[in-house]
């Protein structure tokens, strides 16, 4: 094998001297044949001029320069979309786990009843009529406001009926907060 790769280099070098002889053989050493004559391109090695080097180096600010713009705007871009993406995960997470639970937090309109009668304030869902809350009273609550006797026989007969309005608005309520507790 050794002797086949020497056979190869003598035979490239036998090529380059052959080449060599007829670039430097006199005109009347080249063969007289007719002449036919092609022009093409090839790629060699050219010195460059200091216009050239000039040229090239304003290119090469330039694409430095746009390299730096582009790399900045990436980095914008990745920001603004790691903070798309940063929402959604939150959104993923949120859903995710209210799915999980079976329930949410919101919310939600509720009514107060004072029971005097059963001693007990009732907390109540409007939305769904559910009790959410129960408790015995407290003292100050359990005592009822007395209308004022210094008023006028008019004020009095409003303040009357006005205690009359309260105590049928408290009885209504009363009678819907009993049939709350009845369906629970």
Do not use: W
Not at 40 to 46: A, C, E, G, Q, R
Not at 159 to 170: C, P, R
């Amino acid at each position: 094998m050794s002797g086949k790769h020497q056979v190869e280099t003598k035979d490239q070098s036998q090529e380059k001297t052959e080449v060599e002889e007829i670039k430097e053989a006199p005109e009347e050493l080249k063969p007289k044949a007719e002449k036919k004559e092609r022009f093409f391109s090839t790629s060699l090695k050219h010195d460059l001029t200091d216009e050239e080097k000039q040229n090239l180096g304003s290119d090469l600010a330039d694409a430095i320069a746009r390299k730096a713009e582009a790399e900045s705007e990436l980095k914008s871009f990745q920001t603004q979309v790691k903070a798309r993406i940063a929402a959604d995960d939150a959104t993923i997470l949120s859903c995710s786990e209210k799915i999980r639970k079976g329930y949410d937090f919101r919310n939600v309109e509720c009514k107060e009843i004072k029971d005097l009668e059963a001693d007990k304030l009732f907390q109540i869902r409007l939305d769904t009529g559910k009790i959410i809350f129960e408790r015995i009273l407290e003292t100050h609550e359990r005592q009822k406001v007395l209308p004022m006797e210094n008023a006028s026989s008019d004020e009095d007969n409003e303040n009357e009926t006005k205690s009359e309005e309260e105590e049928t608005l408290d009885q209504t309520k009363y009678d819907s907060g009993a049939s709350v507790m009845q369906e629970v």
